[in-house]
């Protein structure tokens, strides 16, 4: 049931494009439906190389709603979010990615909290993803369900969020307004506007009914640069936020941060038990370093079932905002048994990536890997 | 309206289609073969023979509880701290609002942030196309309004 509000103050919808030609229409159409009193959107086109320029004028000419704000340069995402709320016209903001697809009462469950409790300044929604042809695809349906669903919830009783969903959040300009914004320099913005909102004390909300439908990688390769900008983006915040939570006025962030720490960790002493196995096969190794097999233990399969239950669960809640959600728990087994890999070495990757970058190094646009769709053919 | 979900497989090689239904199918069968030693276990259970020989010589049964013991604490102790944490601020917080109404931002505070003129701001933001230009640290330098109708006070290009 779509809540009815006390109020329903006008919203700015922003959207950041940066060569989402083939994608604009639909995009834009759906947000045309929204059901939601007043509402404009706020068009980024960010220096694209496509006919991004040419569908939003033309766009623009038809709809009444749809501002358009074309950059001479390339800018990247935290410009585009952060130009477009200046000239927003109104005081609330939901920024969805230029392939995203919003659903029609998206903004009203998210306005839901913004209007109820002062204290929020943003809410992330509930992405679903639509690739769902490959193998990967299937995968990533459930693991978000885990990733997004499960954790979000279950942090959301520490009272805090790792991170919101960059392709579907509202915010209260007055809280991006006091912590100054989107950083340039950070690689995931998301991650850290939720990190600057909530060490100034705002609070960071997830709304599983404000759905948003998006496009994934389904490349191993597109997945891989994926993978690795979130992980490097974690290890950023890690970095630059560690001395703001000395104070014990930032505590409610502790548990947050331990549990980056520990996965960061544990990461790495996968990554080392597989390095000393390999060196073992050749070098005699001091007792404490030999490790005897790379095949689970016990220890494996309780953590294997722990995982499988896990995604059960998760699968079980989501089933409330998507039918069918069961059929994809056939695909899950791969998590515990392979799909973690990836995980973990981006992880190991992501943080030298973070330390070795330069602070201040403007982030820019890559160009995602947005899943099998019509008219392309896979090889290999 | 056309489905948002795009589940086409045949978009893929029908080596992708069937190998990777394949494979998962037989991580599956690993998976059940990890649990083999429990189902060999709970059978001798049911056999009632020569169980105990076997829990002391092969000491399999043995590793599982110590591993299931600490899986146990580990989900006691956790499961505690999170529900304690939970049932705390339940109490402390229940029905407190505690934080007040923010003050909305000022189109003044507004302008003043972003280093423009509050006129110049307002322009910005009741036009329905602009063109931007940014400086290198992403400031915006110039805004040129590309609506049909022209700006009020015919001031297209502001730096």
Known sequence: ?380 | MKSLIIDRPELQSPMQRYGFGGVTLLFWLIYVYLWLPMLTLVAWVLGFTRIFDEMVIEGGYAALARVLLIYLLVILVIGSIYLGWARINYVRFRGVERRKTQERVSDQELADHFSVSLDTLNHWQQAKSLFITHDEDGNVVAAINRSPEPAPRGINITY
């Not at chain 1, 970095?239 to 790495?268: A, D, G, N, Q």
């Not at chain 1, 646009?365 to 053919?377: F, K, M, T, Y």
């Open chain 1, 1 to 380: 049931m779509v809540p009815i509000l006390g109020e329903y103050p006008p919203v700015s919808i922003l959207l950041p494009c940066h060569n989402e030609g083939e994608n604009l229409y639909e995009t834009i159409d759906h947000l045309m439906q929204l059901d939601y009193p007043e509402y404009e959107i706020v068009a980024v086109n960010d220096g694209s190389t496509d006919d991004t320029h040419d569908i939003l004028d033309e766009l623009e000419a038809k709809h009444s709603k749809l501002r358009v704000l074309h950059f001479q340069h390339n800018q990247g995402k935290a410009v585009g979010l952060r130009t477009a709320a200046m000239l927003a016209k109104h005081d609330f903001f939901v920024a969805i990615d230029g392939d995203a697809i919003l659903d029609r009462n998206a903004v009203t469950w998210i306005m839901y909290h913004f209007v109820n409790s002062p204290r929020v300044g943003a809410v992330t929604g509930n992405p679903r993803i639509r690739t769902r042809s490959s193998l990967l695809g299937k995968i990533q349906v459930g693991e978000f369900s885990a990733i997004i669903g499960l954790i979000k919830r279950a942090q959301r009783i520490y009272g805090r969020i790792f991170t919101i969903s960059g392709v579907v959040a509202g915010f209260r300009r007055s809280a991006v307004h006091r912590v100054g914004y989107w950083s340039l320099d950070m690689i995931t913005d998301d991650i850290d506007i939720s990190w600057k909102l909530q060490l100034d004390h705002w609070d960071v909300r997830y709304e599983p009914n404000a759905l948003c439908w998006i496009l994934m990688p389904e490349t191993l390769r597109g997945l891989w640069r994926q993978r690795l900008r979130w992980a490097q983006g974690g290890a950023e915040v890690l970095i630059r936020y560690f001395k703001h939570l000395l104070s014990w006025r930032k505590r409610r962030m502790w548990p947050i941060y331990m549990e980056l720490v520990t996965s960061i960790l544990w990461s790495y002493l996968m990554a080392t038990a597989a390095v000393l196995w390999f060196v073992g096969l050749f070098l005699v190794l001091p007792d404490y370093l030999v490790i005897t097999s790379l095949i689970p233990d016990w220890y494996g399969v309780v953590l294997g079932f722990t995982c499988l239950l896990q995604f059960g669960v998760s699968l079980m809640i989501d089933s409330r905002y998507e039918e069918n959600m069961g059929r994809y728990y056939y695909w899950i087994i791969w998590y515990p048994l392979a799909f973690w890999i990836i995980n973990m070495f981006t992880t190991v990757a992501g943080l030298p990536k973070a330390i070795l970058r330069k602070r201040g190094r403007r982030a820019v646009w890559i160009s995602p890997d947005r899943g099998l769709r019509e008219n392309e053919v896979v090889n290999h």
